[in-house]
């Protein structure tokens, strides 16, 4: 059946995807950075120094997540000054712009990006970050463009934060993948948009939580003391400056050929690699320094130190040796490293722990100079807890390993991942954890920390009880129907964050009695152990989902993109011709549909087609060249259909 009227023409498509493009959450850490106790609005003279690490949490959708960035800098909190810049390049690294990151490659660790000397003392609100390019592998954007609406986008904490003269300011951008609802197919355009959650830690002197990864770069300068070299200046690998390293008596230096030396083998021109930690002033705490190119091999261990001082390396894919299994030699000069600097022995070598291994490959071992250790970590769904004297048993169901027995002791630190604190007694069958086992205690498998993985709820708000502290959302967004809804327990503490129209701006954070009726909301929480009917909610995104006034987001080349939900008013759509595998809600009024006109009849080609049924609730909507292959209900007032096709010879009213 096909309406009456006259057919438009086809025009160009504005609109917004579901959730804002581009969005960085912040967690202003520490009191809002270093130094923010101070007072007043005067602007110390001066310089300090400024560090930029990055960190990410861990992510089960994607293999990899790739960010080129090309540039760091601090907005001073006076805005007629002109930003502070920390760290940029024009240097392209695999086919684009800036310094490539892989952001899972950081779970544990942090990657120093750079840091900045004679930054300017002074009063800052902002930290701009800057990215040319992302790319994924694995998840619905593998292979992907991936859609960044705006390369600049600024962090803005609750409060502006201090550098003193003199003082040192770290900054950690901690973007959280798992957390971030960040990529997501953009419709049927073949596009994904990166939205990522970044909490920002900002400290007055070292970056204390975790240790950087081995730092690459080429000694430029000795520093001499009374006994000799006490440090050194590398320029960084891909162009991100300079960093200070200092030297301890417990500092172990190899040389090319892996053998154990002292300060006095170190020359300008030497290329290095360095473990150690950041302190204050940017200068970094050697704990490792190797001299030139030894065999750097990452894998899983497969053995224990044998009679022989060989254990089983399996190697992770892409590396310098390919081989399933590499007998691995340690000496009683290797280095044994746990976590970021400490001593361990040989009888930690374990199998299940990832190892990081350097050494001389010949005679088919590689003879290791130092062996750095990852703790072992269990990963899955609990199956099973027993609560015993001083903690709890737990299965853990493996998915490629089967059931794994661990005790948590009581004292246990136990984590949501994204950083809010549980108790043993948060823990319950069902529940997907992390867990980093305890090295010192090698039987019974004891966990030394447990990060528990949220559970995600998306939907839209139908009540508030502002009193109780509770919300009920409707997950599938239809008013009819009751059996998708879902009652929320906000608790006292909670973080809400609001999504704005402005890519280019960090929102702080709101309150419970910010969220409204109607709002679109991404909850991340648990179920409570002893009431699996409610739901605790920690993380809380208020999301603007649509937007239509927004050209810089979209341009014409999104012209078959179709959002599921469109909730705001006066919101109208253009669509090239093409068959849209989806459903379609309209709760604003003044919707207007365009699409592509197909042959006379019905069953030609060239159509604008939706595949799911089509549900408009909001007044005055308009369609035209539409052909519905699901079922269309009105509920609205005023709704026209000019030019279209019908499954079922016809809308459904039920006003």
């Avoid at 040989?346 to 005679?363: D, L, Q, T």
């Avoid at 990963?379 to 661990?406: C, F, H, K, W, Y």
Wanted: charged share 25%; glycine share 10%.
């Amino acid at each position: 059946m096909k309406g009456g009227g006259a057919m438009k023409k086809h025009g160009v498509l504005k609109m917004l995807a579901l959730l804002m493009p581009l969005t960085f959450f912040l967690m202003s850490c520490g009191g809002g950075g270093g130094g923010s106790s101070s007072s007043g609005t005067s602007t110390p003279s001066g310089s300090g120094s400024v560090a930029v690490v990055l960190a990410d949490g861990p992510s089960d959708e994607y293999d990899k997540i790739y960010i080129w960035v090309t540039g760091v800098s601090l907005i001073p909190a006076e805005g007629n000054e002109a930003p502070v810049t920390i760290f940029e390049t024009d240097q392209s690294e695999y086919g684009h712009p800036g310094v490539r990151v892989d952001l899972l490659e950081f779970r544990d660790e942090d990657f120093v990006m750079t840091v900045k000397d004679g930054v300017p003392a002074g009063k800052y609100s902002k930290i701009r970050l800057e990215i040319s390019t992302i790319e994924t592998e694995g998840g619905p954007c593998d292979n992907i463009w991936i859609k960044l609406p705006s390369g600049k986008i600024d962090l803005k904490p609750r409060e502006p934060f201090y550098l003193h003269d003199g003082g040192n300011v770290s900054i950690r951008l901690d973007i959280d993948a798992d957390k971030s609802i960040n990529l997501h197919e953009a419709g049927n355009s073949g596009k994904c948009i990166f939205r990522p959650v970044v909490f920002v830690d900002i400290e007055e002197g070292a970056p204390l939580k975790r240790c950087p990864k081995m730092v690459n770069g080429t000694i430029v300068e000795l520093i001499k003391g009374q006994s000799g070299t006490e440090a050194f200046i590398i320029d960084l690998d891909r162009y991100r400056g300079r960093l200070k390293v200092e030297l301890s008596e417990s500092t172990a230096i190899f040389d090319e050929e892996g053998v154990f030396t002292d300060p006095s083998a170190l020359e300008v021109g030497q290329e290095v690699k360095i473990r150690g930690k950041l302190a204050d002033h940017g200068v970094l705490l050697a704990s490792l320094v190797i001299i030139g190119e030894l065999v750097d091999l990452s894998g899983e261990v497969e053995s224990t130190v044998d009679s022989s001082n060989i254990f089983l390396l399996a190697p992770f894919s892409g590396q310098v040796i390919t081989d399933a299994q590499v007998n691995v030699g340690v000496q009683p000069q290797t280095l044994v490293l746990l976590g970021c600097d400490t001593s361990g022995t040989s009888e930690m070598i374990v199998p299940g722990m990832k190892a990081r291994v350097f050494g001389k490959y010949g005679n088919n071992v590689l003879s290791a100079v130092t062996v750095i250790l990852e703790e072992r970590k269990v990963s899955g769904t609990i199956s099973s807890l027993q609560d015993q004297d001083s903690g709890r048993l737990a299965i853990i169901e493996e998915v490629n390993n089967g059931p794994v027995e661990v005790f948590i002791p009581d004292d246990t630190p136990i984590f949501l991942l994204g950083g809010k604190q549980l108790s043993l007694g948060d823990l319950c069958i069902g529940q997907e954890v992390r867990v980093s086992l305890d090295p010192t205690v090698p039987d019974p498998l004891t966990a030394r920390v447990v990060f528990v993985k949220p559970e995600k709820h998306v939907g839209e708000v139908v009540s508030i009880d502002y009193d109780q502290r509770i919300i009920v959302i409707d997950e599938d967004r239809d008013p009819v129907t009751t059996e998708d809804q879902r009652e929320v327990y906000v608790p006292i503490g909670s973080k809400i964050l609001k999504s704005e129209d402005d890519d280019e701006e960090q929102k702080e954070f709101r309150s419970f009695n910010d969220i409204e009726v109607k709002d679109y909301i991404v909850l991340f929480g648990l179920t409570d152990c002893n009431d699996s009917s409610v739901f605790n909610a920690f993380f809380i995104v208020i999301a603007d989902e649509f937007d239509d006034d927004s050209d810089d987001y979209y341009d014409s080349d999104h012209d078959d993109y179709l959002p599921r939900f469109v909730l705001d008013n006066d919101v109208h759509i253009n669509l090239r011709e093409g068959y849209l595998d989806q459903s379609l809600t309209v709760r604003g009024n003044n919707f207007s549909l365009t699409g592509q006109p197909g042959a006379m009849e019905c069953d030609g080609d060239g159509w604008t087609s939706i595949g799911g049924d089509v549900d408009v609730y909001g007044n005055s909507a308009k369609f035209t060249n539409i052909k519905f292959l699901g079922t269309v209900r009105v509920q609205g007032n005023g709704a026209e259909f000019i030019d279209c096709c019908f499954k079922d010879g016809g809308p459904i009213h039920s006003n």
